[in-house]
C-alpha cells in the first residue's frame, strides 16, 4: 500500500461523521439533553438518562438507515484526524507508518463505555478494527472495472499490497475483487481475580493452601443462604458455626491473626449456643433422638413459667387446689400490668366446683377487684369482656413488679397454661380442678426427655405438695386419672417420690429443667 497524499485528499471525498451526546439537562434534575453533531437536527430533552439513551440510540440508527452504505471514493475519517482515536499522540513513529491505514471503506459504530455519546464514521477497515469496541454495521467492496481486455483493475482507494512492494502502471494490483473486512478488535478487558466473602472479611485470591480458601468461599455463601432461610435449622446452624471455627483457626494459624483467631472462638461459642438450643427444641441430647417442637421454645420462658408458679404458690389468698388454679390463672391475665380482661368461659373452663363463690371471696378479700358481681363476670362473653384488677400486681412507683418478662411474653404464658386445663382428653372425663393444677405443674418439673424430676429421678411429694396442695391419699387417685388421660406413663408413687414420663404428645408443652 502506498502512502496516500494530500494532493489525494483534495481528490477524495473525506468521510462522513456523526456524533450524538447525552448530557444533565441542569443541576438538581434527572432530565438530559440529546444532541446531534448535524446542524439539522434538533436537541431533545427526555426526563431519564434511561429513556435519554433509547432516543440517542434510535437517533442514530435512523442516521444510518438514511444513507444507502458508505461510499466506496470516501477519506478514512479516522485518518483525516491523525487516527487519533486508536494511536496513542507519544506514537509519532507509528502514526507515520502507511500500512495503519487501509482496505474498504466501512461503516463503523463507536460508543462510549459510560453510555455518555455514540458515533458512526465512514473509515477504512483497518481503522475500524484497530479501535476498541468498535462494531462494522456495513461494509463495500473495493470498487473494480473490466480494462480493454476483459482484466479488471484494482480501485481508487488504496491497495492491501504489502508495503514495499513494486506496482508499475501497466499491469493491474495483485489483489482484486473483493476485500476481506478485518474483524474488529474487542474492547480490552481486565482480568479480575475471583474473591469470596465471609462474616464480612474478603477472603484472598492467594490464600493458600487452596482447600482453606475453598472451604472459606463455600462456608460464606452457605451463611448467606441460610440467612434467606424463612425457617431456622439450629443444627445445620451449629455445624456452619463448627466448620467456621475450624476454618477461622487454620486462617489465623497461617497469617499470625490475633482477630481471627478471637472470631473463631466466638464461632465456637455460637456453635454450642446453637447445639444447646436446638436440644432444648428437640428434647434429645443427640440429634437422632425425636425432634419436639415446643409451645415455649428457649430456656428463658421456661424459667418465667416457674417463677410464677412459685409466685402463686406463695401468695394464694385462699387454700386448696381450686383456689390455687385459679389465682395462678388470673396472675397470668394480669402479671405484666396488674389489668386484663376475662369472660365466663374463663373460670367455667377450669373444672370448678363452684366458680361463682371463689370469686366473690377473691374480691372480699381484696386480691381481685371487678366492675360488676361474680355472676356479672360469669356471664360476659367474648363480645363484651369484663375488665379485672389484681392491685398486688400492679407495678410499684419505680415501675417494677414480681415478674421480670415483660408485655409481649405474657401472653405466651397465658396460653401456654390455658392449653394444659383445657386439654382434650382432660376436659372430656371432666377432670378435677387439682388435676389439672397437676397436669400443669408436671410439665414444668421434667427433664427434655420428658421424666419427672431433675435429671429424670423423679419429683420429691414434700415439693409436689407445696405446688399443688391435696389431701393424703389424693395424689394416687390424680396420677391415675392423668395416666387415663395419656398425660403420663409409667407413673410410680412411693412415700417419698413420684417417678414417670410425661407421654411423647404432652411433650411440645413441657419446660424442662436445667
Known sequence: MTEVTASELDERVVGRRWTVRLDAAGRGSTAVRVSCSRPSCGEQRLPSAAAGRAAAVAHLKAHLRAISGPRTEAYCACRVESCRTHIRPTDRHERAQPWRCGGAVVLAVVTDREGRWWQAMECCSCCAAAIPGAKTVNTTPAASG???????????CPSTAPAGAPQFSDRPSPAVGTREVPAPRS????????????????????LRPVVLRDELVELGDLFRA?????????????????????AFTTWADIICDTRLRLDAQRAQQAAAAARLQHQQRTGSADSEGPAVTRLLTVPKQWEHTRAVLAHVADHTPLPGPEARLLVLMLTLRTAHTGTGNLVGQDLTALGLTDPEDLVEQLTGRGWLSIPGTA???????PENPTPVTVPSLAPRGDGSGPFTFGKKMRPK??????????????RKPKATASTRLLALTLTTQTSADGR?????????????TAWCPMGPGE?????DQLTAADWITGAAVTDTRLTGRLTERVLPLTCPLP
Open 413 to 426: 404464658l397465658s396460653g401456654w397454661a390455658q392449653k394444659i386445663v383445657s386439654d382434650k382428653k382432660l
Open 226 to 246: 441460610y440467612q434467606q432461610r424463612t425457617e431456622p435449622d439450629l443444627a445445620l446452624l451449629s455445624e456452619l458455626h463448627e466448620r467456621k471455627a475450624r
Open 452 to 464: 419427672l424430676g431433675p435429671g429424670g429421678q423423679g419429683l420429691a411429694l414434700e415439693s409436689l
Open 187 to 206: 474492547a480490552p478487558t481486565r482480568r479480575r481475580h475471583s474473591y469470596g466473602k465471609i462474616a464480612q472479611r474478603v477472603i484472598p485470591y492467594d
Open 146 to 156: 473490466p480494462t480493454a481486455d476483459g482484466v479488471p483493475v484494482a480501485a481508487a
Open 475 to 479: 395424689l394416687q387417685h390424680q396420677v
Open 375 to 381: 355472676g356479672d363476670l360469669l356471664a360476659s362473653r
